[in-house]
Each structure stands twice: as C-alpha cells, then as structure tokens.
C-alpha cells in the first residue's frame, strides 16, 4: 500500500510563489510518472504537469512559463513551483503516482488527499 502525503498549500497574493510537495511512502517497487492535477470549484480536475521517472516533463498551457515540476527519486518526492501566481490558480491541487508495487510487483495508481492554493488580494 502506498501513501501520497501532500504539503505546501495555503493563501497568496497575486503574483506570488508557492511551492507544492508531495511524498510517496509504503510498498514500493518502482515509480513511473508522478503528477500535479488541480480542480477548481465547479470544474474538472485537470492535469497541471506531469513528469516522468526519466525527467521528462509536460505541462497544461495555462501554467507553461509559470510552474515547474521536479522530482527526487531518492525520496520518492515531486515538487510544483508555483510562479506569477493568478486568482485563476486556485484549486485543490492532487498528486497522482503511477507505480510498481513491491509485493504484487502490479502496477497501480495512487492519488493525494490534495492541497488547497487560494490567490487571491
């Protein structure tokens, strides 16, 4: 069983940064992607960035320039930074994990409790 413990949520004005983390813990074997999705109130969750166990990355055209997804596979851990923040970034933001697990050896998805970012004066 795997855990995604998400930290760095909270209130900022326009304009301002935050930094997203989010921890994988338990069974595991391997990790392929780990992903930021956000849902905004009354809206889809969407896909925000992603990136892969090789570093690639992929990001939603309304962030590109803005945010910027990492990852340490030592830890088990991605990150979001979160730039030239707007009122329109608010969300729930999720982690999502691709995996292998270490005792089925099956590959399996994970998803975070999630972590409010407000923007807003």
């Known amino acids: 069983q795997v855990q995604l413990v998400e930290s760095g949520g909270g209130l900022v004005q326009p304009g301002g940064s935050l930094r997203l983390s989010c921890a994988a813990s338990g069974t595991i074997f391997s990790i392929n992607a780990m992903n930021w999705y956000r849902q905004a109130p009354g809206k889809e969750r969407e896909l925000v960035a992603a990136?892969?166990?090789?570093?690639?990355?992929n990001y939603a055209d309304s962030v590109k320039g803005r945010f910027t997804i990492s990852r340490d596979n030592a830890k088990n851990t991605v990150y979001l930074q979160m730039n030239s923040l707007k009122p329109e970034d608010t969300a729930v933001y999720y982690c999502y994990s691709h995996y292998r697990d270490s005792r089925s050896y099956r590959y399996l998805e994970v998803w975070g409790q999630g972590t409010l970012v407000t923007v807003s004066s």
């Open positions: 990136i892969t166990n090789g570093g690639s990355t």
